[in-house]
């Protein structure tokens, strides 16, 4: 099915920056978003980014202005590029895309995660 594959965590000093990508492969019809989440110890998973095939960005408030996430529609891949990075912006990355099938099923995938690690 659609795979999401991630990759650019690490860990980083306050201050810094990092970038995350995730492509999608698959039988892909169309992608109707493509976004972050993360998930901090022992909080709930949250909406970090969002992208939409129309170009539309949503943000969590906690990263506005700091965080940008962008794509490349030829290689279906998603990326976030950090900056100003918090230590509250340690947590696991999950990379999540919404989309159709070749047959036209409506699909979701999750990325397994990514670990981002902000020292203080």
């Known amino acids: 099915q659609v795979q999401l594959v991630e990759s650019g965590g690490g860990l980083v000093q306050v201050g810094g920056s990092l970038r995350l990508s995730c492509a999608a492969s698959g039988s892909i019809l169309s992608i109707y978003d493509m976004g972050w989440y993360r998930q901090a110890p022992g909080k709930q998973r949250e909406l970090v980014a969002k992208l939409t095939s129309g170009g539309t960005t949503t943000y969590a408030d906690s990263v506005k202005g700091r965080f940008t996430i962008s794509r490349d529609n030829a290689k279906n891949t998603v990326y976030l590029q950090m900056n100003s990075l918090k230590p509250e912006d340690t947590a696991v990355y999950y990379c999540?895309?919404?989309?159709?099938?070749?047959?036209?099923?409506?699909?979701?995938?999750w990325g397994q995660g990514t670990q981002v690690t902000v020292s203080s």
């Open positions: 999540n895309t919404n989309g159709r099938t070749d047959w036209g099923s409506r699909f979701t995938s």
